[in-house]
Structures are given as C-alpha cells and as structure tokens.
C-alpha cells in the first residue's frame, strides 16, 4: 500500500531531472534496454535476471493501484491511523483522507513496480522525459528486489516507524538513482528544489493536511539526502541493502545507523482492567517531529523535541466511556523526556485550546470531554514519557504496564 501511494508522486519528480528524453526505442522494452546498463552503472549491481516490464492504459494502472488500496487489511489500518491523525488534531474531523488518497492515486500516477508479479508497469502516452524518469526510478525497485525481498519489507504489520526507515532508503536510493550525479551537491539542491517547488504548485498536494503532505514526500527528500551522503561517503548500494536503518531517527541522525548505531527500543504498552487494545503501531522521530510542528507551529521547537526518541508505541483502546489513545516513548535522557513532555503538552493544549496544569506529578489538559495526561516515568534505567487521552467521565489510568525490549538492527 505504501509504494501504492508513493507512486503519486511521479508527477512532481519528474520535474526534478533535467534531462533529455531518450531517443524513440519503439517500444517500452527498447526503453528499457537502453535504461538498464546505466541504472546498473550507477547503482554499482547487475540484475540477476532480465526486469520484466509492461505498459497499460491509465485506467487499467488506476484501477490496479485502487484494488490494493481497497484491500480490508489495508483500509482497517488506515482508517485506524485517520482516526489517531483525528483525535490528535493533525487531520480535521472534515477531511475525508480515503477520497484525498484516493484522487492521488487516480489522478497522478505515471507508474510503478509491483513486487508481488515483479513487473514494472508505466502508463501509456506518457511524455518521453516522464517516461524516463519512471522507468529510471522502477527499475531500481527491480533491481533492489533481487538483492532483497521488498514485498516483506513493506508488509510488516504494526511498525510503521521501521517500514517507513525502509521505505526512506528504498525510495531514496531509486530517487539518487533516478536523477543521476546525485552525490554532487548542486544537483540534488537543484533536485530538491524542484520537488518541494512542485509539491507546492500541485492542487492535490497543496490542499492536503501538512502532517499527509510531510509525510510523503520523506522517503524521497529525507530517504535520497540520507543515501546521497552515505553514498558519497563510499557506503555502496549493496550496503544499504544488507543493512537496511530501522528506525527513522536512523535516517535522521546517519551516527544512529548501522553496527555501532543504536536501535530504537521495542515498546509494548499492556493495558489496565477494562480496557482493550483495538490497534497499536509506532510514530517513530519524523512523525513525532511532525505532530509536534504541526500543532504548535514552531519546527525549531518540533525538531529539538523530538531528537532523543528512541522508541515508541501508540495504541488505541476501548475503555469505559468510549475511546483512549495511549502512547508510550523512550527517550535517550531525561532531559531530552523533559523537553518533549513540555513540548508535546504545550501541543495537546493548543489542540484542545485549553491549558496545561500540573496534576499527580505530571502534566493535565482538560476540554472537549477529554481528559489528557502527560507524566515521565522510568523503566528500569530507561526515561519514558507517557501520554493517555481519555474520555474526561473516567478516571485513573489505562495503561497497565509498559515492557520494553531491545529492538532489531
């Protein structure tokens, strides 16, 4: 489903590669042909087999991409994220963000690589210079998919913040690639440019919620920033491969990757008597970091708050009254708890327009029938921060414990 939604932003890459469309192959097969030597040349990896490749009409590719997106899986996920984006103020209550998603996909997709048939698929009719920044861009998805097995990446279930590390790299590799002498810095600024340039003058793209917008458009400008300096570092694309970040903080903060880095903690919230959890999944540091500027509006702030993250769990639960979201992470000092528990309350307050207050140690909003509480806690030597939302009829605390557990590299 993530490469499904990705795939929209096509439209706005191409602009990005200034290039001349190459000389009429034919067909797409000719294109490919000619594309192959110079994507494996650049990416450093020969293709094991022969990438195979298709070409359909607009309709038959919408109506693909639209089949995933309907999947019961994939919509029970999404529609529990919109419901978590909604309570924490990030997407109005007024958005519908299935149909947004939706009109992306139909509207903007120029094509993709589905590593379920491990075709290649681009859109009929397309103009050369987009064609080629497509096919470019897929056939680094093939390529990587013989080296490693992309359909498991991008399906793990409930850690949304380590498939968000792959896709980072996954998608910024194939932008590196795409664009070509990316490692010179004029290049990708000039590249960038374009990208957020483009993201802006899009209809789509400029009416969709920040946090949607943001989140995005990272595996592409965060993802290809951090495989252009690891590349230019001398870090190879087999590299990358093998040894995948898992976390965004990874992405973010490159000392984090790697064998000396350090992996995000796994978190497990158990919740108290009477409540159930009905969903749970990860924010990781780039989300955080982008709730954080989202609802106070200072990035400085959001960015300084969130570094230090590592590791977090949100889960949404049944309680007594309707509907709680607790959230537990892990931070690498107190200081840096203290910071982002003063930042996130200052967040939720604005959210709720209401005010923060200092309640049984920690902190307490109170409005719109919610009651919020923010409080540090330990576990073990670890520093937590522990946010619970609940209905404001009920009282004491819905989380039951909190286990942490090392997480995987």
């Not at 309570?87 to 209550?93: P, W």
């Not at 009929?124 to 096919?135: C, L, S």
């Not at 010179?184 to 374009?194: G, N, Q, V």
């Amino acid at each position: 489903m993530r490469r499904s939604i990705f795939a929209v932003l096509y439209a706005i890459i191409a602009v990005a590669c200034d290039r001349k469309p190459l000389p009429k192959a034919g067909d797409l097969q000719g294109e490919v042909t000619v594309l192959v030597p110079k994507v494996e040349q650049s990416a450093g990896l020969k293709f094991k087999t022969p990438p195979k490749v298709a070409s359909q009409t607009t309709a038959q590719v919408q109506a693909f991409l639209i089949a995933q997106f309907a999947r019961p899986s994939v919509r029970r996920d999404l529609d529990f994220k919109i419901g978590v984006w909604k309570r924490l103020g990030v997407v109005a209550d007024s958005v519908d963000v299935v149909a947004l998603l939706t009109r992306l996909l139909s509207e903007q997709v120029v094509g993709f690589y589905d590593p379920k048939s491990k075709t290649l698929y681009v859109v009929e009719g397309r103009p050369g210079v987009e064609r080629e920044t497509v096919i470019r861009h897929e056939l680094t998805h093939a390529l990587q998919d013989q080296y490693v097995n992309l359909d498991s990446i991008q399906n793990v279930v409930g850690e949304d913040d380590r498939v968000e590390a792959a896709q980072a790299v996954l998608e910024g590799h194939a932008t590196v690639i795409m664009i070509g002498n990316a490692a010179r810095t004029i290049a990708w600024d000039k590249a960038r440019e374009s990208i957020r340039d483009a993201r802006a003058a899009s209809p789509l793209f400029a009416a969709a919620p920040a946090f949607i917008a943001e989140g995005l458009l990272f595996p592409y400008l965060g993802g290809a920033e951090f495989v252009r300096t690891a590349m230019g570092d001398g870090v190879s694309s087999a590299a990358l491969l093998r040894d995948i970040p898992t976390s965004t903080s990874q992405i973010l903060h490159r000392e984090r990757w790697g064998a000396s880095g350090n992996a995000a903690e796994s978190v497990r919230i158990t919740p108290a008597a009477g409540a159930t959890v009905r969903y749970d999944n990860s924010f990781g540091e780039f989300e955080t970091r982008l709730l954080l500027a989202d609802l106070t509006g200072d990035v400085g702030r959001a960015v300084a708050a969130a570094r230090g993250m590592d590791g977090d769990r949100y889960a949404v639960v049944a309680v007594r009254g309707g509907e709680g979201l607790l959230w537990a992470s892990v931070w690498d000092t107190p200081l840096d708890a203290e910071e982002f528990a003063e930042a996130l309350a200052s967040a939720i307050a604005k959210r709720y327009a209401s005010s923060v207050v200092s309640a049984n140690g920690g902190r307490e909003i109170r409005a719109a029938g919610r009651r919020v509480t923010i409080r540090s806690e330990k576990s073990g030597e670890r520093d937590l921060v522990v946010m619970e939302d609940l209905p404001a009829s009920g009282t004491g605390s819905a989380v039951g414990s909190i286990a942490l557990s090392p997480g995987a590299r």
